[in-house]
C-alpha cells in the first residue's frame, strides 16, 4: 500500500520542487519558524518532562541561536506532548514548535516484540497485521499504528515542518546481532528506519528534510552486542542517507552535564577554595583529580568556596579542575544506593537521564539543528579520522571541533581493538592510553599484532556508565565536548 493510502489523506505534493532554500554560500537558510517533530521511545518521550520541560530547554536553545524576536514564554500543552511560545494552545503565531510524538517503551519493527502487534505499540510494518490489529492499513511495509499518528501531524503541518528527531532502540537492542546479522534482524531495523525516515519527508513534502538521531547505543551497564549493532546501523544510516545526522548521544548527557571548575585544594581539608561557584549546587556530586570517591557538595560559599561532606577531605594539594555533576534535579524515580553521581533516573535499570542530563541533550540536539542552518556551531566534538598501528603502538588521529586541545585518560576500556583477521573475537589487550599531542592520542598494546585485518572501537557497546573523567574530552569552553564514538574504523599499518 503506498503511503497516502496509510494516512488519513492524500499526499500531493510535487516533491521535486520542495527543496531546503538556500543563501549564496549554499547553505541552508534559517526558518522564519521553526516546527520539529519528535518520535521514538522513552529517551525522546522524556523530552516532555522536568520542570521546566526538557521540551522547554530544547525550545528556548532553538529560539536563542535562531535569534527570533520578540521573546516569549514556553507553554507546554497536551500533557507536554506539545511546547510552543505562542500566545494560546491552538494559536499560530509561534516561532517555535515541538511536537512529541515519542512513546515510552515502544518497538520499531513489529515482529521484535509481536505482542506488541494487538496493542499497536510499533512504528513500522514489516508483515501483513491486518488481522492482528484489525486494521486494513497494517499490511506489509507500511507505516505501524504509532507511526500513522506521526505522519497525519506531519502532513497538516506541511511545509512548517522544520525536522524530526528520532530516538529510539532499547526496546530493539535485544533482537540485534553482533558481528554479523545472522538472523536477519539487522536488516529489518535497517529498513525500517530508513523507510520512516522517508515516510515523514514524504508526509512534509519535502524529501530532504533534516532528520537527527539522538543516538542511544550506550546507556545500560551491560555490553549488550546488540547495542553496538544498533549504533552501527544509526551511524550508517547517518552516512549513507542524506540530510541524516547523528545529532547528540545519550551518554553526551552524563558528559555535558559536568561543569568543570578551577578549584584549589587542600590536602585532608573537605574545603575547596573556588572563585566561581556558580552553577555550583549543594548534593552537586565532585569528581577529578584530588577529590575523594563518592564526594558531593555540602555547603557553598559564593565565588569563595564550597565544602565537600564531612569526612571527604581532599587527597592532594593545590590547583586542580573538577567536575560538578547535578544531583538535584532528578526526573520521577530514586537513585539507587551508592550511585552519587550517576545522572540516571533508575526505573529498574538506569535508563534514562536525570532532568539535568536530559538538558544538555536538548541542547545538542538544537546546536545540530542550527549548524544545519548555516550557524557557525559546534556541535559534534572531536572525532576520530584515522589509526596506524607501528608495531605494538597505535596512533589515532584527531580532528577538533570547537576546542584544539583534548584530554586523554590513561582508561583502556574505552577502547576496543580487534585481534587480526576477526571483528568478532576476543579484543586485543590496550596496556596504557596517553595524549601524544593536540591531535593524536597513543594506544599501547600489549603485544605487537600479527598479520591480518584490525579495526578499532571507541566506546564499544554500552559503556556510559562509566565516570565522566574517563572520557577524551575536548577543551571547547563551556562544553567541553566527549570525543565522539568510532566504529569499526579500519587501522592502517605503518
Known amino acids: 500500500m503506498s503511503l497516502s493510502g496509510a494516512l488519513s489523506g492524500p499526499i500531493s505534493r510535487s516533491?521535486?520542487?520542495?527543496?531546503?532554500?538556500?543563501?549564496?554560500s549554499g547553505l541552508p537558510t534559517p526558518p522564519v519558524?521553526?516546527?520539529?517533530?519528535?518520535?521514538?521511545?522513552?529517551?525522546?518521550?522524556?523530552?516532555?518532562?522536568?520542570?521546566?520541560?526538557?521540551?522547554?530547554?530544547?525550545?528556548?536553545?532553538?529560539?536563542?541561536?535562531?535569534?527570533?524576536?520578540?521573546?516569549?514564554?514556553?507553554?507546554?500543552?497536551?500533557?507536554?506532548?506539545?511546547?510552543?511560545?505562542?500566545?494560546?494552545?491552538?494559536?499560530?503565531?509561534?516561532?517555535?514548535?515541538?511536537?512529541?510524538k515519542?512513546?515510552?517503551?515502544?518497538?520499531?519493527?513489529?515482529?521484535f516484540t509481536p505482542s506488541y502487534i494487538a496493542t499497536g505499540q510499533y512504528?513500522?510494518?514489516?508483515?501483513?497485521?491486518?488481522?492482528?490489529?484489525?486494521?486494513?492499513?497494517?499490511?506489509?511495509?507500511?507505516?505501524?499504528?504509532?507511526?500513522?499518528?506521526?505522519?497525519?501531524?506531519?502532513?497538516v503541518a506541511g511545509q512548517d515542518t522544520t525536522a524530526f528527531f528520532w530516538s529510539q532502540g532499547t526496546q530493539s537492542a535485544g533482537q540485534l546481532q553482533w558481528p554479523t546479522d545472522a538472523n536477519g534482524n539487522n536488516a529489518k531495523y535497517d529498513s525500517s528506519l530508513r523507510a520512516l525516515f522517508t515516510a515523514v519527508r514524504t508526509a512534509c513534502g519535502k524529501p530532504n528534510l533534516p532528520v537527527f538521531i539522538q543516538r542511544i547505543?550506550?546507556?545500560?551497564?551491560?555490553?549488550?552486542?546488540?547495542?553496538?549493532?544498533?549504533?552501527?546501523?544509526?551511524?550508517?544510516?547517518?552516512?549513507?542517507?542524506?540530510?541524516?545526522?547523528?545529532?547528540?548521544?545519550?551518554?553526551?548527557?552524563?558528559?555535558?552535564?559536568?561543569?568543570?571548575?578551577?578549584?584549589?585544594?587542600?590536602?585532608?581539608?573537605?574545603?575547596?577554595?573556588?572563585?566561581?561557584?556558580?552553577?555550583?549546587?549543594?548534593?552537586?556530586?565532585?569528581?577529578?583529580?584530588?577529590?575523594?570517591?563518592?564526594?558531593?557538595?555540602?555547603?557553598?560559599?559564593?565565588?569563595?568556596?564550597?565544602?565537600?561532606?564531612?569526612?571527604q577531605n581532599a587527597t592532594a594539594d593545590g590547583a586542580a579542575t573538577v567536575?560538578?555533576?547535578?544531583?538535584?534535579?532528578?526526573?520521577?524515580?530514586?537513585?539507587?544506593?551508592?550511585?552519587?553521581?550517576?545522572?540516571?533516573?533508575?526505573?529498574?535499570n538506569t535508563q534514562h537521564n536525570q532532568t539535568d542530563g536530559s538538558y544538555a541533550v536538548s541542547k545538542r540536539m538544537a546546536r545540530a539543528l542550527a549548524a544545519h542552518f548555516g550557524k557557525p556551531l559546534y556541535w559534534q566534538g572531536p572525532k576520530i579520522t584515522g589509526a596506524v598501528l607501528t608495531g605494538a603502538v597505535l596512533d589515532v588521529s584527531i580532528e577538533h571541533d570547537g576546542g584544539d586541545d583534548i584530554t586523554a585518560p590513561n582508561v583502556p576500556g574505552v577502547w576496543r581493538v580487534s585481534p587480526p583477521g576477526n571483528i568478532g573475537g576476543t579484543p586485543?589487550?590496550?596496556?596504557?592510553?596517553?595524549?601524544?599531542?593536540?591531535?593524536?592520542?597513543?594506544?599501547?598494546?600489549?603485544?605487537?599484532?600479527?598479520?591480518?585485518?584490525?579495526?578499532?572501537?571507541?566506546?564499544?557497546?554500552?559503556?556510559?556508565?562509566?565516570?565522566?573523567?574517563?572520557?577524551?574530552?575536548?577543551?571547547a569552553s563551556p562544553l567541553l565536548m566527549p570525543l565522539q564514538r568510532v566504529d569499526k574504523l579500519p587501522i592502517t599499518r605503518a
Not at 15 to 24: C, F, G, H, K
Not at 102 to 110: H, M, P, Q, R, Y
Not at 449 to 467: C, D, E, I, T
Open 33 to 100: 519558524k521553526t516546527l520539529i517533530f519528535g518520535g521514538g521511545q522513552s529517551l525522546m518521550e522524556y523530552h516532555n518532562r522536568g520542570n521546566p520541560r526538557s521540551s522547554v530547554v530544547l525550545c528556548q536553545e532553538v529560539r536563542s541561536l535562531f535569534e527570533y524576536t520578540p521573546p516569549r514564554a514556553f507553554s507546554t500543552y497536551l500533557s507536554g506532548s506539545v511546547t510552543h511560545d505562542g500566545l494560546n494552545q491552538n494559536g499560530t503565531d509561534w516561532t517555535v514548535k515541538f511536537v512529541n
Open 217 to 311: 547505543g550506550r546507556h545500560q551497564t551491560s555490553a549488550n552486542p546488540g547495542y553496538a549493532a544498533l549504533s552501527e546501523i544509526q551511524t550508517a544510516i547517518a552516512a549513507t542517507m542524506p540530510n541524516v545526522k547523528i545529532g547528540s548521544e545519550e551518554y553526551d548527557g552524563r558528559m555535558a552535564v559536568t561543569r568543570s571548575k578551577s578549584v584549589t585544594l587542600t590536602l585532608g581539608s573537605n574545603v575547596v577554595l573556588c572563585s566561581d561557584t556558580s552553577n555550583v549546587l549543594v548534593n552537586d556530586a565532585i569528581e577529578g583529580p584530588g577529590i575523594p570517591a563518592n564526594a558531593s557538595v555540602n555547603s557553598v560559599s559564593t565565588n569563595v568556596s564550597f565544602n565537600l561532606q564531612t569526612g
Open 123 to 155: 512504528w513500522w510494518n514489516t508483515q501483513d497485521n491486518t488481522a492482528t490489529t484489525g486494521n486494513p492499513l497494517d499490511v506489509a511495509d507500511s507505516p505501524g499504528p504509532l507511526a500513522r499518528l506521526l505522519l497525519a501531524e506531519v502532513e
Open 102 to 111: 515519542a512513546v515510552g517503551g515502544t518497538e520499531l519493527v513489529d515482529v
Open 428 to 475: 586485543l589487550t590496550v596496556s596504557s592510553v596517553s595524549r601524544l599531542n593536540a591531535t593524536t592520542i597513543r594506544l599501547q598494546l600489549s603485544g605487537t599484532p600479527a598479520a591480518g585485518s584490525m579495526v578499532l572501537w571507541y566506546v564499544f557497546g554500552s559503556q556510559n556508565k562509566r565516570q565522566p573523567t574517563d572520557y577524551v574530552r575536548d577543551n
Open 323 to 348: 567536575f560538578c555533576i547535578d544531583r538535584t534535579h532528578l526526573y520521577p524515580g530514586a537513585e539507587p544506593s551508592g550511585s552519587i553521581g550517576q545522572p540516571y533516573d533508575t526505573n529498574g
Open 15 to 24: 516533491l521535486s520542487a520542495r527543496l531546503v532554500p538556500r543563501d549564496a
